[in-house]
């Protein structure tokens, strides 16, 4: 159940036009759509390993991937829904957010390495080389320690140092406003990812071609989030293709936000999951 939770999130994120990231709408940056899905069907089965730890569950979806579509199309989401998923099949509890809690503060050296390994092998635009506990090395601290470090400037690593909390309460607060407005799947996912562009820097876009542009796009996002947010549904989709042909003109993809995103899809989908769970266990 967990896994198909996985690969359902991973698609649904698809059926949004998400301005200046792959979509059914339109592919970018030398991907499409169907690449996507082959990653996250990939992925799935690590995601998900029965007994894996959070490390193994990383640098395993990762190695899948690229056996399937050679290249790096999913890091961020593995990266993010490998300690939910780890949260949600240890089923201790039934709130995930607590849960996942546990597991971050769990995670060890081992998980760092793997993790460590993962990123080397996905490779990410714009990776670069940090001043400390890079990930070239070999690993001295827990993962939860090597992305404390890194929180300040990658989105991604922040949620590990604050228990998710963009995913548990900006972005699952999205959701249910969108939801609360009578909006379908695909219109609630747009909403949920524009909230992320709009709030912080998208640390993708930092990372590839700095803040000063990010924080441009962050503006822009607002300003369409504003126009969209009381559109009608086609009008709305319409407005996010026009403002995605721009950033794909200008060759910016807001990969992290687009990771968030899914893990917000993949943590509303869990959370039931985990709740029969602690039920009927």
Known sequence: MVAAAFVAACEAELDAPKPGNVHHFA?????AAQDFIASARAAAPHITAPGASVGGRILGAVEATWDAVGQNTNLGIILLCAPLAHAALGAGGDDLARETARVLAGLDVADAQAAFAAIMRANPAGLGAAPEHDVSGTAQITLLEAMRAAAPRDRISWQYAHGFEDIFGLGRDALQDARRRGHDAARATLDVYLTFLAAFPDSHIARKYGLDLAQAVQQEAAREAARIRFAPRDEAFAIALAFDRTLKDR???????????VAVLFADSVQPILASAHKNG
């Open 251 to 261: 060759r910016v993809n807001p990969g992290t936000s687009a990771d968030l995103t």
């Open 27 to 31: 592919p970018g940056h030398g991907m």
